[in-house]
């Protein structure tokens, strides 16, 4: 099993050379999201999508 640091350096490897700083902490922060996505989902812990329709319209009002 990978530790954490093992999977940001395999992250970071994987980006072109010519990346700067912002990209890389992108990159690194959006793969955090959809870890955590993915074990929200996994948990349960997710919005039908008709609800979420119903609170995004309200957030246009």
Known sequence: ???VKD???KIIRDQPED???DEILRELAF???V???LADS???RTVPHEELEQRMR???K
């Open 19 to 21: 990346s700067d700083f």
């Open 35 to 37: 870890d955590r996505g």
């Open 7 to 9: 999977i940001m350096i």
């Open 58 to 60: 309200s957030w246009q």
């Open 42 to 44: 996994d948990a349960g």
């Open 1 to 3: 099993m990978s530790t």
């Open 31 to 33: 793969v955090k999201m």
